[in-house]
């Protein structure tokens, strides 16, 4: 029998940074050869130091791809780091591919969690010798007075044949370590652990009241269900109105699921990913499911990872990055919000969770489908919906039985006008005063942060910007100036440095200013405020949420963050202060999140059985997303919008890829970026529209100027092959020594400008 052929293996060295980015090749040792899989991590010698390294294994074969006698040998498998399977490999490079970026940087994207964490261990004592020998031994210790091995064995007779937990007998009785340590030695006692997976969502809780589903309901589940059977893994987009019951859509088919063995991934923003949200799902299928967000420590990252490997759950909840859940058989991703921005990456690789979710459905060795659900659409998915690319599903009615709210615009000019110069409108005013007395809660929404907005001289108009940044310094508590982007700080000054006028002063729309205006109007009222600086701390958000829940605040003040999926039956009115706000953004999509954000807003009143009221506050009351969100017309909205993105080729309609640069030094930033676009017009691209290079929206973050290249083209391969050129161009200048202070990446039908 002839010697097996040597086995060499694929590796990419777990250093985030282009010049690594490409395949090591490494021998594999016999004493490895059966144990070694793709995807394993191993630890290698890297580089002429022979510096140890780990590194993931892509691709095993028997071909040297130089002189064999050359080629290093892996030092075995790393014992730090988990295992990826051939799924998860496929998925990295696809992203990789499709977003740019390295290889490595998508790997750590799909590979949980890396670093193992120590496993929880329960320990319990119990009786090794029968309950004669036992009772003889307590005599024993009672005649020698060892009133501590007395008590331990006083509590394991009294529950013979029963395990005390050992921390009750260290804690409660008051026994030490080396004595629980001495009995066991000398066969008394029986010690035992038990490891155990941390679970951040158990707890006691009422199992879940199963509701009835509506006939529009349950015909979404059973086309669902049916097409599986039949073999079609589609993608289908549910657009129900606020309130219509999409969650208890969720539960039917994620049950359906679980009856054909099948697990069950479930993406939500994190912002809507609240305690009251989870619970929905935790009453119905108890300790089958679980959580992963920010708020989780490491090591309960690491064990809802390795509760999904083991089969120990079916369902996984969490925002974007749950999407790469090891579970071993994935029937059904569902994301809810699906228009939220936060499911496109900020880091590279730059990928949105939709269609990642998708390519992932594909690779799935029996595929899945994928469930997307929102009452505001993304255009991206409702224009897949009308073009036959997803499957479109409606839902038009409360379930509830109650209408949707009665929507009022205030024309903040002719507030103005009337000599109204406060922050709310006469008829919020109005309605405020109504609800107060009526023992009903109000609340009121503005996208904004902090006690004010920028800070300006009266007099010759200076703003007053951060000094790292290209954009105005926001006026917070204690006189303090704070850039949103960097965290640089500031006291307020009193004389403006440009023209030496006292009289400088802030735009004050902020939720601290809001909460006090209320405080003002309304001394009676309890008022609750939600912003970024309110919910710092971890548990700050469900508290303030269960305290409105729980009737003990009459207003809850807030950012988008209260918009978002909460469900407060005795809110009867919602002030939305500033709703044009969002329209002033240099960007093409701030029409269609204005209208998500007031639709989504407005949608938070009259949920229970007493009717609603909204007032909308607004500068410019007769633009069409704020005409139609009053209406929660998305229809017309989606008419309107989408004839603006035909004619100026803007997504969906056509797709467009950001070429980013980050440069300390300005013009040669601007010379590099214009080689770039020139480079990339070479390649005579047909119906290929380039807009730059230009600086971004905000020019320059922590001293680094920010430039951008926007091409348009209906072909997303193309746009691909584009950027591809462009990475193999950047590769070459880098090997040449002549790139080294300038960074490039790409995002792909981006979420904002940059």
Known sequence: MGKEATLYANIIIDISHEKVDRLFQYRVPDRLREKIAVGDCVVVPFGRGDTQRKGYVIELTDKANWDPDKIKEILGRSSEMTSADDISIKLAAWMKRNYGGTMNA????????????????????????????????????????????????????????????????????????????????????????????????????????????????????????????????????????????????????????????????????????????????????????????????PGEKFDQMERARQNDIDIIIGPRSALFTPFPNTGIIIIDEEHEQTYKSDNAPKYHARETAIELSKLLPDGACVVLGSATPSLESYYRATTGEYHLFELKRRLTGGTLPEVEIADLREELRAGNRSIFSLRLQELMADRLSKGEQAMLFINRRGLAGFVSCRACGHVFKCPHCDVSLSEHRGGRLVCHYCGHEEVRPKICPKCGSKYVSSFRAGTQQIEDEVKKFWPQARVLRMDADTTRTKGSYDKILSSFANKEADVLVGTQMIVKGHDFPDVTLVGILAADMSLYASDFRASERTFQLLTQAAGRAGRGTRPGNVVIQSYQPEHYSIQTASRQDYDSFYEEEISYRKMLRYPPVSHMLCVQ????????????????????????????????????????????????????????????????????YIKELEAMGKLKTITVQFDFDPMHTV
């Open 106 to 297: 998508a790997l750590k994207t799909v590979l949980p969690s890396g670093k193992k964490m120590k496993r929880q261990v329960h320990r319990f004592v119990s009786l090794r010798t029968s309950l004669e020998d036992a009772k003889e031994t307590y005599y024993e210790c009672m005649s020698k007075k060892q009133k501590a091995r007395e008590r331990i064995l006083k509590e394991l007779i009294e529950n013979a044949g029963e395990r005390i937990p050992y921390e009750l007998i260290t804690d409660k009785l008051g026994v030490s370590s080396q004595t629980l340590k001495s009995m066991s030695e000398a066969g008394i006692i029986r010690i035992d652990s038990e490891e155990y997976f941390r679970n951040p969502i158990a707890g006691t809780t009422t199992r879940y009241e199963d509701k009835v589903l509506s006939p529009e309901q349950q015909s979404i589940v059973d086309t669902v269900s049916r097409d599986y059977d039949e073999g079609k893994r589609d993608t289908y987009l549910i657009h129900g109105i606020t309130g219509s019951g999409k969650t208890e859509v969720y539960i039917a088919l994620i049950d359906n699921m679980i009856k054909r063995g099948k697990q069950a991934i479930v993406l939500i923003p994190e912002i809507a990913l609240t305690y009251q949200t989870l619970m929905r799902f935790y009453r119905h299928f108890e300790e089958r499911v679980s959580v992963m967000n920010s708020s989780l420590s």
């Open 661 to 728: 640069l980050f440069s300390k030094d300005e013009e040669e930033g601007m010379q590099f970026a214009t080689r770039l676009r020139a480079v990339m017009e070479q390649q005579k691209v047909p119906g290929a529209v380039f807009i730059g290079p230009a600086f971004g929206s905000i020019g320059k973050v922590n001293d680094v100027y920010r430039i951008v290249i926007y091409v348009k083209l209906a072909d997303y391969d193309v746009l691909v092959g584009l950027k591809d050129m462009l990475e193999g």
